[in-house]
């Protein structure tokens, strides 16, 4: 257990003390006492306190994070402390935060009823499936027992004389069974239709034939629905948070991505999206407005072999909405960035997609990712758990755009200086090589 010392300070403890009667008759003027309370009191409160605390064990931080001590683990708690809670577009798990209201043409949903039926949720999945068939059995029972009603086979159940329409049926129950029966194609072998009853041949055929459509419904939907690729995508991991940081001179932001199974995501690509309200020069405005994020489209870069985590990076250019936004700006800011993974489940070959944001205070800037990818024996081994986990690392706070601006004054003045250097050595300008030419 490690033991730490806080000191508290008192300095202005003794300007709120009121002196008691006992006091004053004891030492006579308030100055003497109030100078007494005041040395007292400094004397206990100045002494150590000691508080017990639970050492962390420390995380593995890259070579460069080791060596610069000015370089903290974490300071995210002091990032948009004054802003408010963001209404999120997207939630962490993908599920979009959007609610349809006032939606009059409701019919359009049963124009798809299959897809309908495969977004319920599973209890009213489950309860539809079970509501279906006990609907068709009851309702084609019901139709065995009046034809049997109508024929008057129930008054000569006895009768060995009498043909009836369906043998061994002596009441509703019975005919329920024989439904049960008929439409999941069981046959017991006890109750059977006779040649003799033409109609009911015909509501034999009738329910064989909707018997057929029901079931290919019912368990298309069900094995649809269970098939689905989102619990694949549950397996695939984003990082908490993105962080923006130089990477060869240049500020980028980037985010992590991880796969924790065996199987392999097939033909996987990644594309992001920005999403902020903006104002057209026309005065529109625009709630919400989406702006694509490029994280290597036009270079292929957005093409991933997700066989070990990948960091994806979109450097910020003259193209990038984020070119003119220096980290002061982005505190201020409100955004979110919307990313989606796609590609195809290599057991099953259905598409997959995983979805994720980032609200503005999820953005760390001057921060990187601590790499999880090390070399054992014949193998590569993956640390999940620091997938997560991010370091501080020296950044300018200035924009993109104020450090490409920077960047070509200094090779201005380097190009500048050169050029006197050659000119005081005796070197020809380009300048004077341009005015002999043209005046030969």
Known sequence: MERRFLMLNTEMIPERITPSPQWKRLYGSPQLIHSIMARDLRVSMNQDLEVDITPREPKKLPKQAREDPTLTIDRTHLLSEHKKPRQRYMEKDGKCNVHHGNVKETYRYFSDLFTTLVDLKWHFSLFIFTLVYTVTWLFFGLIWW???????????????????????????????????????????????????????????????????????????????????????????????????????????????????????????????????????????????????????????????????????????????????????????????????????????????????????????????????????????????????????TPTPSCSAKELDELHRGEHHTYTYAQRKNSAQNGAPRSEDLNIRTQTD
């Open 146 to 392: 009046l034809i049997a009603y109508i024929r008057g086979d129930l008054d000569h159940l006895g009768d060995k004389n009498w043909v009836p329409c369906v043998e061994n049926l002596n009441g509703f129950v019975s005919a329920f069974l024989f439904s049960i029966e008929t439409e999941t194609t069981i046959g017991y072998g006890y109750r059977v239709i006779t040649e003799k009853c033409p109609e009911g041949i015909v509501l034999l055929l009738v329910q064989a034939i909707l018997g057929s459509i029901v079931n290919a419904l019912m368990v298309g939907c069900m094995f649809v629905k269970i098939s689905q690729p989102k619990k694949r995508a549950e397996t695939l991991m984003f990082s908490n948070n993105a962080v923006i940081s130089l990477r060869d001179g240049k500020l980028c932001l980037m985010f992590r991505v991880g796969d924790l199974r065996s199987s392999h995501i097939v033909e996987a690509s990644i594309r992001a999206k920005l999403i902020k309200s903006k104002q057209t020069k026309e005065g529109e405005f625009i709630p919400l407005n989406q702006t694509d994020i490029n994280v290597g489209f036009d270079t292929g870069d957005d093409r991933l072999f997700l066989v070990s985590p990948l960091i994806i990076s979109h450097e910020i250019n003259e193209k990038s909405p984020f070119w003119e936004m220096s980290r002061t700006q982005m505190d201020i800011e409100e955004f979110e960035i919307v990313v989606i993974l796609e590609g195809m489940v290599e057991a099953t070959g259905m598409t997959c997609q995983a979805r994720c944001s980032y609200v503005d205070s999820e953005v760390l800037w001057g921060h990187r990712f601590t790499p999880v990818l090390t070399l054992e024996k014949g193998f590569y081994e993956v640390d999940y758990t620091s997938f997560h986990d991010t370091y501080e």
